[in-house]
């Protein structure tokens, strides 16, 4: 499919108009471009479209399907059903789905797996468990049937056989977001400047902006690439550049004579008798230099034309000049000047014949000597000229007279293998080099015709989209997918390396490896996660996986009340968001336990942060490391401003959104939507003097409708009520005692947030948690029941190696959903 998609765009510009290219650019064809585009786009969607549709029926060819047991222990009729009938489906059936949840559709049948639906019936194991359901004023199950049930639930779920079930799932074709897109074009061409403004922005799904079934390809975002390929080429690449060494020329009309002329070819000058073409020249230093003339003869007797090369009347050297009409020819000698000034340059005819009557008739002839121009190079030692770093890395050399068509094609080899992050085919480099020859042929510059050459492959698919297609796969009759599930590439393991921890394209140890086969082996990935995680590069990590992970982006449109909380300013927002980051980034770079994460007891933070704090001894703008006190309530992430501030509304502290917060993004438990209607907390000055924040939720949630989700929400945001709405410690709120202690519906008690801090480091739903969304985060796309034995398996790996932050990264690089990929259902040649 990529030849094809790829070959339809280029087949629209190839067969553009040759003249005038150079002069309009791109603009003239930008309509062709954009047709191409969105055809090629329409076909991507289309393949994307199939390969979603067919993804579940090839999850049921390719897997191996949970076996049930024939053991008599739990049985679903017995164990399950019963419970779901007579507690459950009053609240969770056809006629009415709170928290959107319908269980009728199970019942029915003498047996099911639930492992398809494994979220959604480990949240019903977890709620019988915790005793959340049935709700406290509802019937409830004895004890032995509420156990059964939840034991049903787990026993069924582990019949999941990882051994046999192998199925790495398929990503959809994969549009690089404008992050991507921006750090891809900012390590492949060099440019400083924002590349994604004006994009539209990207959508999200599964809690982040990289996955490949909602990165759509509007028509908006297909201009604005366009424009952007035109201002990265012409930004990156220089037309001014002088030429090196330094370059003087004459053409013909330009010179002076000594011999008889007639205007036999007017781009020539036609030395009809012996004498010189004269050009008085400025030499600039001493040095050695090249004087260069392109020539032909008109040709005739038995020698061929003699050309001579003179300086200041001295004769330096005769050349033969075979070169006849229609095919001139470049002839130079060296030149080794003194002393800089002017001098007088020639260029001289010597062996005139002119004979009509010889015995011989092919001696008859007139011989003359026609030059186009004369070039001085040099000096050979002058400085080179200054050219922008972007230049030299898309130029990287500068052609010879003469081989401008094969350095060009050198340069976009090179260009377009690192833009495509593969070897580039010749197919498709001939179709970048028909554009290439189009600026060549309108006599264009060197660099102008790269520069367009550029712009074809920043707009090409195979850039834009990240490509992981499988040729030669053949279809048995019935029309099955008979193709194995395959090992992804050592190009294509690069790309996903590279945009998993830096955002962007591999760099020249990457692509060397891949190169030479060797990215699989498992010492050298392992070196390569090691080397890529203390890149710089990796802050990529930090900003796109964390920032989006604990929601810090949303800190920019955060909007504490400024008459509530006149000490937020923006210079306080920014330091918010940049302790997260420098924490975050210390737990990655210096391989912590992922548990340090929630009770880690240091952070970091500038003077203004420091004041906000209310912690001494910090001044200047700069980060510092800063250790706290035994005494201090401040652990971890979940203390921090940024994170108490976007879980606050504008005017006072939210412990609903605080408790929503943690149950979605650090225990990976998103309770359900509330139910419609739902009458809002009494706000104001009235109701602040009816008591603390607590008090008056606490009659809130003493309504049904509300108990059951604000029973496990409200408690865990209450741990954290002693710190505001932008995340200063206070002891009261609203003249009345805060009170912090509480108890998760599973009855564990806790007196503050350090004593939730430490339950919830102590369970493993964390670290399933974040193994779940960096997993996620990782492959671009939502994860499927069948991604659990990947998750147990990193899950392992944590708690065997101490929870390093290393080794979650590792694990999820070797996992079989990263090292491998279902494969197409048909041959890509085929759509």
């Not at 000490?567 to 968001?577: G, Y």
């Amino acid at each position: 499919m990529a030849r094809r998609l790829e070959s339809s765009m280029f087949k629209e510009i190839s067969d553009l108009p040759a003249r005038g290219i150079v002069m309009l650019r791109l603009k003239k064809y930008k309509n062709y471009l954009f047709r191409a585009i969105y055809r090629s786009s329409c076909c991507i969607l289309i393949a994307c479209s199939t390969a979603v549709s067919v993804s579940g029926q090839e999850a049921e060819s390719t897997d191996s399907q949970p076996e049930q047991s024939d053991s008599p222990q739990f049985a679903y009729k017995k164990d399950l059903a019963p419970l779901l009938e007579e507690y459950c489906i009053r609240c969770h059936g056809e006629k009415r789905q709170k928290a959107e949840l319908n269980l009728e559709v199970f019942l029915g049948s003498d047996e099911i797996s639930l492992i398809e639906s494994r979220k959604m019936w480990e949240k019903v194991a977890h709620a019988l468990i915790s005793r959340e359901m049935p709700p406290e004023d509802k019937p409830q199950p004895t004890e032995e049937a509420r156990m059964a049930a939840a034991e049903y639930i787990t026993w069924d779920l582990a019949q999941f056989d990882c051994s046999k079930a192998v199925n790495p799932g398929r990503v959809t074709v994969r549009r690089l977001n404008r992050n991507e897109y921006a750090l891809t074009i900012r390590d492949l061409v060099g440019v400083d400047f924002n590349v994604t403004e004006g994009f539209p922005n990207d959508e999200v799904g599964y809690g982040f902006d990289n996955i490949g079934d909602v990165l759509s390809l509007p028509p908006m975002l297909m201009e604005k690439y366009l424009d952007a390929a035109e201002k990265i080429a012409t930004t990156a690449i220089q037309t001014d550049i002088p030429p090196y060494p330094p370059r003087k020329k004459v053409e013909a009309e330009g010179l002076e004579t000594t011999a008889s002329t007639a205007d036999i070819d007017t781009r020539y000058l036609a030395l009809m008798r012996e004498g010189d073409a004269l050009w008085n020249v400025e030499f600039d230093a001493p040095g050695q230099y090249t004087i260069r003339a392109k020539a032909y003869g008109m040709q005739a007797g038995p020698d061929p034309a003699r050309m001579s090369f003179g300086l200041d009347g001295e004769t330096l050297q005769v050349v033969d000049v075979w070169a006849v009409a229609g095919e001139p020819q470049l002839y130079e000698i060296p030149l080794h000047v003194t002393e800089k000034g002017q001098k007088r340059v020639t260029v001289g005819y010597v062996n005139n014949y002119n004979v009509q009557d010889h015995p011989d008739p092919d001696l008859n002839g007139d011989r003359n000597l026609l030059v186009d121009y004369i070039e001085i190079v040099g000096p050979m030692d002058a400085p080179k000229p200054v050219v922008k770093e972007s230049h030299r890395r898309i130029i990287f050399k500068d052609p010879e007279p003469g081989t401008e068509w094969e350095t060009a094609r050198e340069i976009m080899q090179q260009f377009a293998t690192r833009a495509y992050r593969r070897p580039v085919k010749d197919s498709e480099l001939d179709r970048v080099m028909e554009l290439v020859g189009m600026v060549m042929e309108d006599e264009g510059s060197f660099e102008e015709a790269v520069q367009l050459g550029v712009q074809a492959v920043l707009v090409s698919p195979n850039f834009l989209y990240r490509w992981e297609l499988d040729p030669g796969i053949q279809a048995s009759e019935e029309g099955e997918n008979t193709a194995d599930i395959r090992e992804v590439s050592d190009f294509e393991l690069a790309s996903r390396l590279s945009y998993f921890l830096w955002g962007s394209m591999p760099d020249t140890e990457l692509f060397e490896l891949a190169e030479r086969g060797v990215l699989k082996e498992t010492f050298v990935l392992k070196q390569q996660i090691k080397r890529m995680l203390a890149d710089p590069k990796s802050d990529a990590l930090v900003e796109f996986f964390a920032g989006q992970w604990l929601q810090i982006r949303n800190l920019a449109g955060a909007a504490p009340d400024p008459t509530e909380f006149p000490q937020f300013d923006e210079s306080l927002r920014a330091a918010m968001k940049k302790e997260t980051e420098l924490f975050f980034a210390s737990i990655m770079r210096e391989d912590r336990s992922i548990l340090s994460l929630l009770d880690a007891d240091y952070t970091f933070m500038n003077e203004r942060l420091a004041e906000h704090y209310g912690v001494d001894g910090v001044s200047g703008d700069e980060f510092v490391r800063v250790k706290w006190d035994a005494e201090s309530p401040r652990r971890g992430v979940l203390t921090q401003a940024s994170i108490l501030t976007i879980t606050s509304n504008p005017t006072r502290t939210s412990p609903v959104n605080r408790g929503k917060w943690i149950l979605e993004q650090i225990l990976g438990a998103p309770p359900p939507p509330p139910p419609p209607n739902v009458e809002a907390l009494p706000e104001g000055d009235d109701a602040k003097l009816t008591g603390s924040l607590r008090q008056r939720m606490e009659l809130h949630r003493s309504k049904p409708e509300c108990a059951t989700c604000h029973n496990k929400m409200d408690p865990i945001g209450f741990a954290f009520e002693n710190f505001d709405a932008v995340g200063r410690f206070r002891e009261t709120d609203n003249g009345f005692p805060i009170d912090p202690a509480g108890a998760l519906p599973t009855g564990q008690g806790f007196s503050g947030p350090q004593d939730l801090i430490q339950i919830l480091k102590s369970q493993e739903t964390f670290v399933r948690a974040l193994s779940e969304k960096m997993l996620t985060y990782a492959l671009g796309r939502g994860l499927e029941y069948y991604d659990k034995c990947a998750v147990d398996d990193i899950i392992e790996s944590l708690t065997m190696n101490d929870y390093r932050f290393s080794i979650l990264i590792e694990q999820i690089v070797f996992s079989d959903a990263f090292m491998k990929r279902n494969p197409e259902r048909n041959s890509t040649d085929e759509l």
